[in-house]
């Protein structure tokens, strides 16, 4: 079974940046999007970048000019460069994959913005 597997969560200081990794543990035939979503708490679960398997990107207004999605060299891969980031941008993010058939979401990993 394939899982997705997200690293680079942490702490940080306003202003400062991360770079969230997730891959999946398997290989997928026919991977059509991947992209990241977060959830602060008492908030729902909300997009923040999505990336298609042509390379077409799509971000929340909230993070436009500071997150840069993109797809690793193996295309089960995906980044999120987060930089100059706000204490809004406190949650946990998550990883999804969507492909033919198939659609799974990674376990989460924590981000919090100190101000």
């Known amino acids: 079974q394939v899982h997705l597997v997200e690293s680079g969560g942490g702490l940080v200081q306003a202003g400062g940046s991360l770079r969230l990794s997730c891959a999946a543990s398997?290989?997928?035939?026919?991977?059509?999007?991947m992209g990241w979503y977060r959830q602060a708490p008492g908030k729902q679960r909300e997009l923040v970048a999505t990336?298609?398997?042509?390379?077409?990107?799509n971000y929340a207004d909230s993070v436009k000019g500071r997150f840069t999605i993109s797809r690793g060299d193996a295309k089960n891969t995906v980044y999120l460069q987060m930089n100059n980031l706000k204490p809004e941008d406190t949650a946990v993010y998550y990883c999804?994959?969507?492909?033919?058939?198939?659609?799974?979401w990674g376990q989460g990993t924590q981000v919090t913005v100190s101000s």
């Open positions: 999804r994959l969507v492909g033919i058939g198939v659609a799974l």
């Open positions: 990336i298609t398997s042509v390379g077409s990107t």
């Open positions: 398997g290989s997928i035939a026919g991977i059509l999007s």
